[in-house]
């Protein structure tokens, strides 16, 4: 039964062609993933190179850094600074010379952000703050996170959080280990840049296939016998319901595992150790490696995708339309970034219950929403994991519920 | 077997599709006769439990049908009046999945399935998508499709649709021969389909059954003779007017009519044999609406 229902959802000229534009797509966002900003070497000519060779090479100038980022490390990147910026070429008006210059400085570039952040205000960022450093200044970056936290907590946000919540996200500043780890993460940082992308992509591509299995019997006038058969109020619709899951969960691994190990083949896949902190995650009081972000995002997108194609099958059962079917994940991924504009506080809490969230996790752990379940002060991760994995338990038998109602007129 | 209706209607907001229906089947093949919008797919419908009654009750050997639930689709058969499938998959693995549906263990469904693809003369094209078949090959599909499980209860929604006249006659033979140790209730407004086959005959009108009988009987307890009688071209039209004419057949000395009506309509008017036809256009007052009535 389940192998003819695959077999009946991968004859379906449209879903061939839905499948085809996802492995298309998924070939379009890995090139921009791994050709994207960030990705260029400047040689010693100031020539900007692109492709996985100077990728390479970029990498190892980077690790020539590679290590625990003690103060005196990071007392050695102001000092190389000062030396660039005192050079004629920095201080030149022709471009070629600009960019020669700004070659000298592509090794400490990850370094350099990361002292921006630390001696900007909590939310600012200023490319040029290291500028205006001496090494001695080294000795604060660490105390700096901490310190702007705390500033931006007595004042901009004075009246966002309780006391409570307050002493929450500074212990977990504090917990961070310190110093970092710094080794070229480039690899991770493309992935969890572009990771969002795909995933929705793989959502909506493949809303298009779930949706016509369920509303797909009526549409083929198919309906009656199906319900009229031995199985087609019971077995046959949970039969249904297992082909759309498992082919979505098998499709959604295959297409993650494929741009994970395009990216990561690519860009290299060093930095797993690293704390999120180091770049996608400065302000994140999710004290985590990029690793377990990985997981986080490879889980979470896995977990929103079923539950919106879920949703997409429940709407698929209920209203027996393919096409309302499928705007079903469009609105619940579209719908909360236009509403994200309207910038009011306990929205904003709300929007990040939302399942999109599970979709683009490098932003879930950066967002400072906070929740207060069972006594317990947390961020949005926790809940969206628990809350969509309930709610798509919930799901599997109100789909087959739904559609064996609606069998009988 | 015994499949029985009490008391049936169905209600959709204003319109009654079935009022009132008692009738009981035993095996054999009943016809369902009636115009369009009579009632019969409603009717039908019920029979499969695709639609519950508004009141009444629908019992197979004394149970009700809704309580049976599996048990009860486990003997069905069914094709429906539109009849739908998945264009993209070939003849035999759609029937391979229909019998999968209908409880058949996979080895069993496959010589199920080679088995009824060679009954309905499908066997060569069964790897063509269903999409690609002709109409009439589409409705032996279906015919397949409901005979799949072997059921006791057949319930074929106007079968004969799109078919041609000799596939017509293929198909009322392959009834015929399916008709054995089984209930087969068949929708037509199509007279000749039935007319040879059917044990018993329901004539559906406004969601009523009107008349019910084996065809002697029902030709018997007609009301009503046939007369044929000759009259010129010039006075036809005011004949159509006056009476109920069944056929016209053009002559050398003027039209042949066919005259439905209990006395002589004219003087040399003879009287003719009365046919289902005739009884069709009595009761429902037009025509039986076919063009092979030859068959
Ligand atoms: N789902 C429905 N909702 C509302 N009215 C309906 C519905 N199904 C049938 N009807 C009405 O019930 C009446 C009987 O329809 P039905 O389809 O049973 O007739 P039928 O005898 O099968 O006609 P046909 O020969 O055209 O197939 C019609 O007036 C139809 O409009
Ligand atoms: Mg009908």
Excluded at chain 1, 2 to 20: C, D, H, M, P, Q
Excluded at chain 1, 80 to 85: L, R, S, T
Excluded at chain 1, 148 to 155: K, M, P, S, V
Excluded at chain 1, 243 to 259: E, K, P, Q, R
């Amino acid at each position: 039964m389940l192998y003819y229902e695959f077999r009946k959802i991968l004859s379906k000229t449209g879903n061939r062609i839905a499948l085809l534009a996802l492995l298309v797509l998924l070939g379009v966002t890995c090139y921009f993933a791994v050709n994207g900003y960030g990705t260029s070497y400047t040689d010693e000519q100031g020539v900007s190179r692109q492709g996985i060779s100077y990728v390479r090479k970029l990498r190892e100038a980077r690790l020539a850094w590679e290590g625990p980022l003690t103060e005196e490390k990071l007392a050695a990147v102001i000092r190389k600074h000062a030396a660039v910026i005192a050079a004629p070429e920095y201080n030149s008006r022709d471009v070629t010379e600009q960019n020669i210059a700004y070659s000298w400085t592509q090794d400490y570039q990850d370094i350099r952000q990361m002292i921006c952040r630390a001696f900007g205000e909590f939310r600012s960022y200023d490319y040029y703050k290291i500028d205006s450093l001496s090494p001695e200044d080294a000795a604060d970056f660490y105390p700096n996170r901490i310190r702007a936290l705390r500033t931006w907590l007595d004042t901009e946000a004075k009246d966002m959080y309780t006391e409570e919540e307050k002493d929450f996200l500074l212990e977990r500043y504090e917990q961070l280990e310190t110093p970092f780890y710094y080794t070229w993460y480039l690899g991770w940082d493309k992935l969890f840049e572009y990771g969002p992308t795909i995933q929705m992509i793989f959502v909506l591509v493949m809303g298009f296939v779930t949706a016509g299995i369920f509303a797909g019997e009526f549409s083929n006038r198919a309906d009656a016998v199906f319900f009229t058969s031995y199985h087609g109020r019971k077995k046959a619709v949970t039969a249904k319901l297992w082909a759309g899951v498992l082919l979505s969960a098998a499709l959604y691994w295959t297409v993650w595992g494929l741009y994970s190990v395009t990216v990561l083949g690519a860009l290299g896949a060093d930095g797993a150790s690293c704390q999120i902190q180091v770049h996608v995650g400065w302000k994140s009081f999710y004290n985590i490696t990029y690793g377990q972000l990985y997981l986080l995002m490879s889980f979470g997108g896995f977990l929103g995708s079923m539950f919106l194609l879920l949703l997409n099958m429940l709407v698929s059962a209920w209203t027996r339309s393919a096409v309302i079917a499928v705007t079903a994940p469009f609105i619940m991924i579209f719908l909360p970034s236009f509403l994200s504009n309207l910038s009011v506080p306990w929205l904003s809490k709300l929007l990040g219950l939302l399942p999109d969230q599970l979709l683009q996790m490098q932003t879930s752990v950066n967002y400072f929403n906070l929740y207060r379940i069972g006594g317990r002060i947390m961020g949005e991760v926790e809940p969206l994991f628990a809350l969509y994995g309930a709610l798509s338990l919930l799901l599997l038998p109100t789909v087959c519920a739904l559609y064996r109602r609606a069998g009988r007129g | 077997m015994q499949l029985r209706l009490e008391h049936v209607t169905k209600r959709f907001r204003e319109t009654v599709a079935v009022a009132d229906v008692s009738v009981t089947m035993e095996n054999g093949v009943y016809g369902l006769l009636g115009v369009n919008g009579a009632g019969k797919t409603t009717l039908m419908r019920m029979l499969c439990t695709l639609a519950v009654p508004t009141e009444g009750r629908i019992t197979c050997d004394g149970e009700d049908i809704f309580e049976m639930d599996m048990r009860y689709r486990k003997i069905l058969g069914y094709l429906p009046q539109d009849f739908g499938f998945y264009p993209d998959l070939c003849a035999e693995d759609y029937l391979m999945y229909v019998a999968s549906i209908k409880g058949l263990r996979p080895a069993a469904a496959k010589k199920r399935v080679e088995e009824l693809l060679h009954r309905v003369g499908l066997y060569s094209v069964r790897r063509r998508k269903m999409k690609k078949l002709s109409g009439g090959m589409k409705r032996r599909a279906g015919i397949a499709q409901a005979m799949l499980n072997d059921p006791k209860i057949l319930v074929l929604d106007e079968p004969t649709a799109g078919l041609d006249p000799n596939e017509r006659v293929r198909f009322r033979n392959l009834i015929s021969e399916l008709s054995q140790e089984r209930i087969v209730l068949l929708s037509t407004h199509i007279v000749s389909d039935v007319s040879y086959i059917a044990k018993r005959l329901f004539l559906m009108k406004d969601g009523r059954i009107v008349h019910q009988g084996s065809m002697e009987e029902i030709l018997e307890h007609t009301p009503v003779r046939a007369w044929l009688c000759t009259v010129s071209k010039e006075r036809t039209n005011a004949c159509l007017k006056k009476w109920k004419v069944a056929n016209i057949r053009a002559g050398s000395g003027g039209n042949e009519l066919r005259v439905l009506s209990d006395l002589p309509p004219m003087e040399g008017a003879a009287e003719a044999e009365l046919t289902l036809e005739d009884v069709f256009l009595y009761y429902f007052g037009e025509k039986a609406g076919d063009d092979d009535a030859l068959l």
